[in-house]
Nanobody, 117 residues
């Protein structure tokens, strides 16, 4: 199990930017992969972006070119830089981490991102 603490959500106007951060309770090298999902009420949770221990990233087509995932191994933290935000990016964003490839995920508490004028 990994404890995760998220920060950085909030209200932003369309076209604006936000950076989400997720701090893990374990050394990053003990984590197989880490990333972000998002969920809108009444819909399934969808993968936004992920990054593996080796640094390989995966980004959903809907946010490609606008969102960037990165990690700071010294701080056991993953960041999601979100630029050119759109109203359809409004959701609760959840950080996850896995210690075993394809294993069970640990989840953060979620942080609300609202894109609205």
């Amino acid at each position: 199990q990994v404890q995760l603490v998220e920060s950085g959500g909030g209200l932003v106007q369309p076209g604006g930017s936000l950076r989400l951060s997720c701090a893990a309770s374990r050394d990053m090298f003990s984590i197989s992969d880490m990333g972000w999902y998002r969920q809108v009420a009444g819909k399934q949770r969808e993968l936004v972006a992920s990054i593996t221990r080796g640094g390989t990233t995966n980004t959903a087509d809907s946010v490609k070119g606008r969102f960037t995932i990165s990690r700071d191994n010294a701080k056991n933290t993953v960041h999601l830089q979100m630029n050119s935000l759109k109203p359809e990016d409004t959701a609760v964003y959840y950080c996850y981490a896995r210690t075993i490839e394809y294993g069970p995920r640990s989840w953060g508490q979620g942080t609300q991102v609202t894109v609205s004028s």
